[in-house]
């Protein structure tokens, strides 16, 4: 079996003004799809050929930096891909709001300390929203292409929220403005989807 | 001691059409400044308030080091540069990468392949050990191999930031034109002065 890189599920414009479509179009048509193919390459001809890709991410302190990186590559984007939308931005509501106040006290000191979180990442990684085991919720932010699924990571669980903050993000449109990217990521996200990640 | 951003030995534009002076205004003059700044800002009141940047680079951790390294980095960089530059290192350096890599081609090929694969951000070095024996290492994020007990030569930054505005996600391309930029007497100076 091998990964298809997913088709977005909105237009590469469809994200204006806050993500650019010709960034959009890189990220996805070059990035994501690089991390797909050299994922399909780690893994043929291996055992890892006919499992899932969460199955591989959960056992991935096992295996070679090339299907960590492309793995994580491969998993990661397309998740943020589906964490964001045209009709995104807002508040979460229902379950995950009440999580959200219940554990940061407020939806803005949430967005403040996931937005530190994605800010101070040294280098290339993500930011993410993780709910643990436990059912609680936790901020944490991993190198690279890292992600809270796998079975190394200092912060385990199922990510609801996450943010690509490589460089190739956002250098296009914001060059070293970082924080202005965070700052419109939250006019875009996708908070149906995050709720459903927290339901699932 | 307040650490300075260094002036660059040659204007903005001068490295076009290999880099551009967009990718040079933000690389010198918002990345490479705020590393500086930075630094200043953290080591205030610290142990390493008058230390010299090298001995903080050797005895820092966390945000200090990050921000004391990529100062060093850039400047390390930035200084091998010239306008019309590229080529071939002059007879001594040249002589040393036949006798290590077997040619300055294959120097090049295996230095560039090391850029291209570096996963994430980094920086790849042709470094000297103490025996002046030279090698190719790559470092993740700021890391520096003067931390290893190994002499910096030359380096190539691939953090997206050094190229993504010029070349986007080609990353070979950009360190294709890193070879047509580089000021080999500078280069050379450096490895003469081992």
New interface residues.
């Given amino acids: 079996m091998s990964f298809e890189l997913p088709k977005l599920p909105y237009k590469y414009d469809a994200l204006e003004p806050y993500i650019d479509a010709k960034t959009m179009e890189?990220h996805h048509s070059?990035?994501h799809a690089?991390y797909t193919n050299n994922l399909n390459a780690a893994i043929a001809g291996t055992d890892l050929d006919k499992k899932g890709i969460g199955e591989i991410l959960a056992n991935i302190s096992g295996q070679s930096?090339g299907v960590r990186?492309n793995g994580g590559g491969y998993y990661n984007h397309d998740l943020f891909w589906k964490l964001m939308s045209p009709d995104g931005g807002g508040e979460p509501t229902g379950e995950l709001q009440k999580a959200i106040n219940d554990t940061f006290g407020s939806f803005e000191q949430f967005k403040e300390e996931f937005s530190k979180a994605a800010a101070t990442r040294?280098?290339?990684?993500w930011a993410w929203l993780v709910k643990l085991s436990d059912g609680s919720l936790k901020i944490s932010s991993t190198?690279?292409q890292d992600n809270p699924l796998m079975d190394d990571v200092e912060v385990k669980g199922t990510p609801i929220l996450g943010l690509d903050v490589?460089?190739?993000a956002y250098?296009?449109k914001f060059?070293?403005r970082r924080v202005d990217y965070i700052s419109d990521f939250f006019e875009v996200i996708n908070w149906t989807e995050a709720s459903r990640r927290f339901h699932s | 001691m307040k650490h300075e951003l260094p002036q660059l030995p040659y204007a903005l534009d001068a490295l076009e059409p290999h880099i551009s002076k967009r990718t040079l205004e933000f690389h010198y003059g918002k990345h490479h400044q705020a590393y500086v700044n930075n630094l200043n800002n953290l080591i205030g009141g610290t142990p390493f308030e008058n230390a010299d940047l090298v001995d903080i680079i050797l005895k820092s951790d966390g945000g200090i080091f990050n921000n004391a390294a990529q100062v060093f980095n850039h400047t390390f960089y930035f200084m091998a540069f010239k306008p019309k530059g590229g080529g071939k290192p002059g007879n001594k350096l040249n002589d040393a990468l036949v006798h290590t890599f077997g040619s300055f081609e294959k120097f090049k090929e295996e230095f560039s392949k090391a850029g291209a694969t570096l996963f994430g951000s980094g920086w790849v070095w042709l470094v000297a050990d103490s025996d002046n024996k030279l090698s190719i290492v790559k470092t993740s994020n700021a890391a520096n191999p003067m931390c290893d007990n190994l002499k910096p030569i030359m380096t190539l930054d691939v953090w997206e930031h050094a190229y993504y505005l010029d070349t986007q996600n080609a990353r070979p391309k950009y360190i294709e034109n890193f070879w047509e930029a580089l000021n080999w007497e500078v280069i050379e100076k450096r490895f003469e002065n081992l």
């Fill in positions: 890189i070059k990035h690089g930096a990186n040294f280098g290339s990684g190198p690279n490589w460089e190739h250098y296009l060059q070293n």
